[in-house]
T-cell receptor, first 111, second 113 residues
């Protein structure tokens, strides 16, 4: 079982729709959860992080965490073509400095 | 400012060459990281430095040698690499304690011939 699992996609949504990206993790000791966006040929860019169960909203992005189900998701509202990228879920244990990445989900937003 | 800089942006080297990758951050972060990323794959952790000391080495071959001269700088020395080592090498930095958030540099794209 992989430590961090994501559906590789590709996920295709029309412009203006909600894109839903999902991630599960195996280590119940995980405490910190991150979403990175990576455009082709570029480095990962931090979008959001979440530590507590529930929802965290930042502009068009909402991260959702359910530690009991070992599940974290990212919702992108009013999707734009510029959101087309690979989204990486990352998980770490506090103080361990060992962030583990999922394989990434490739999102395409069609105009 | 969440900038991490890396040099060079691109590097081509032969299997007998010795080269170094450089990374710098001025955010006061005390943790710095090296990752390797192959095409269409996620970043793979190689090394972690915490307070300028090597804290994690993910069983990386000795042809990769990290160095942390001070809290702002991180180097990766390369020697006798193989073609399969060709990849994007990413440096990141983050704060210590609690939940760390890592910020990535633009990366060095390495080609080994």
């Amino acid at each position: 079982q992989k430590e961090v699992e994501q559906n590789s996609g590709p996920l295709s949504v029309p412009e203006g729709a909600i894109a839903s990206l999902n991630c599960t993790y195996s280590d119940r000791g995980s405490q910190s959860f991150f979403w990175y966006r990576q455009y082709s040929g570029k480095s990962p860019e931090l979008i959001m992080f979440i530590y507590s169960n529930g929802d965290k909203e930042d502009g068009r992005f909402t991260a959702q965490l359910n530690k009991a189900s070992q599940y974290v998701s990212l919702l992108i509202r009013d999707s734009q073509p510029s959101d087309s990228a690979t989204y990486l879920c990352a998980v770490s244990k506090n103080g361990n400095n060992d962030m583990r990445f999922g394989a990434g989900t490739r999102l395409t937003v069609k105009p | 400012d969440t900038e991490v800089t890396q040099t060079p942006k691109h590097l081509v080297m032969g299997m007998t060459n010795k080269k170094s990758l450089k990374c710098e951050q001025h955010m006061g972060h005390r943790a710095m990281y090296w990752y390797k990323q192959k095409a269409k794959k996620p970043p793979e952790l190689m090394f972690v430095y915490s307070y300028e000391k090597l804290s994690i080495n993910e069983s990386v071959p000795s042809r990769f040698s990290p160095e942390c001269p001070n809290s702002s700088l991180l180097n990766l020395h390369l020697h006798a690499l193989q073609p399969e080592d060709s990849a994007l090498y990413l440096c990141a930095s983050g704060s210590m304690g609690g939940a760390e958030t890592q910020y990535f540099g633009p990366g060095t794209r390495l080609l080994v011939l």
